[in-house]
């Protein structure tokens, strides 16, 4: 079934006749094309790529069995499009509209039309991921990975933040990455006792530690991944902390397969940790779903009892940060196989 009929089934077991899809990333998964500022009118008999000038031309060329529209006024057309169709109850995504857009096409829409805010109903299908979106995600794995055996080889005391990542975005792009799938997290130091560290002149100094957080983008999809580094002498605690967490990832990771509720991933690393002493520093979920965005469902916490589904790849990223001295995370991206799970990232790493 196409990713359109299977969205259609979920319109009509929600009771809705037509949808408005305005987030990008739900543009792009339904359409299986790429265009800012663009979005999809769904109706059972028909389907509207609304865009404006710049994207037209490449998005005839590209879409089948969608028709393009050019819009000039884009909240006036959307409901005279509506009208056209004759839909009584539009869904729209709660999320990807401001009040203010919300309001405009409301009023335009009239009495006569429903307009209907829902949640995920999109992206609870992006969450299986489909064989050629697991070749687009295998493949900004490897440049990620070839990335970390190259950063580790490069670093050395005197080189600053910005130099680090510098390096890292000129080799995935050499490497045939789009760009990389968010900004490149570079820590050093105490720096990486923020979890997610803004990136600052900071020189590298002898025996220091690096955090590194990135990913790489290919036909949209991204990876992430996190490794830390060593340019020296470790310490004690460093050591411990280190192991702490490696082993809380394995350990959740070992616990992955389908049927099993996604809290009880995320409590097996939390759990680890915490029998160690640091608990209140393991202050993130475990991980994310990632896809065509780098924060998908299915959120991995402690929160979220749905049970883990064949098909769906997530990071498992535990950490400790312990303020003013260091933070340790480490992150792999996984896939739920039919009796477990596949590390897409490589072979665990259980050394320091």
Do not use: W
Not at 37 to 59: H, N, W
Not at 194 to 218: Q, S, W, Y
Not at 296 to 319: D, L, Y
């Amino acid at each position: 079934m196409s990713r359109l009929n299977s969205f259609r089934e979920k319109l009509k077991n929600s009771s809705l006749d037509g949808f408005l899809v305005s987030q990008e990333a739900n543009v792009s998964y339904l359409s299986r094309f790429s265009a800012h500022d663009s979005y999809l009118l769904v109706s059972k008999p028909k389907v509207y790529f609304i865009t404006d000038f710049r994207y037209l031309e490449e998005a005839r060329k590209n879409l089948k069995n969608i028709e393009v529209f050019q819009y000039k006024n884009l909240f006036k057309d959307v409901c005279a499009l509506v009208k056209e169709l004759k839909i009584k109850r539009l869904g729209f995504e709660a999320r990807g509209l401001t009040y203010a857009e919300y309001a405009k096409i409301k009023d335009g829409l009239g009495k006569k039309t429903k307009f209907l805010d829902t949640f995920n109903i999109v992206e609870s299908l992006r969450q299986i991921k489909s064989r050629d979106e697991l070749k687009k995600i295998r493949a900004a794995v490897n440049i990620a990975v070839s990335a970390f055996r190259f950063i580790k080889g490069y670093l050395r005391p005197g080189l600053t933040e910005p130099e680090i990542v510098g390096e890292l975005e000129r080799f995935i792009r050499r490497k045939g990455a789009e760009a990389a799938s968010f900004k490149i997290i570079v820590s050093s130091g105490t720096n990486s006792c923020f979890p997610h560290a803004g990136i600052t002149k900071r020189r590298l100094c002898k025996n220091d530690m690096v955090l590194v957080d990135m990913g790489a983008e290919i036909n949209g999809y991204k990876s992430d991944l996190t490794r830390v580094f060593f340019l020296g002498k470790i310490t004690t605690i460093q050591r411990k902390v280190y192991r702490i967490v490696r082993e809380a990832q394995v350990k959740a990771i070992e616990a992955i397969r389908p049927g099993v509720a996604i809290s009880v991933v995320d409590d097996i690393a939390r759990a680890h940790i915490a029998g160690f002493g640091y608990g209140s520093f393991f202050g993130h979920s475990l991980g994310h779903g990632i896809g065509l965005e780098v924060h998908e469902e299915p959120s991995i916490s402690n929160k979220n009892n749905a049970i883990i589904r064949e098909g769906m790849v997530f990071t498992v990223e535990p950490g400790v940060y312990l303020p003013g001295k260091f933070g340790i995370r480490i992150e792999d991206m996984v896939l739920v196989t039919k009796k477990g799970f596949e590390v897409l990232s490589g072979v665990l790493d259980k050394s320091i």
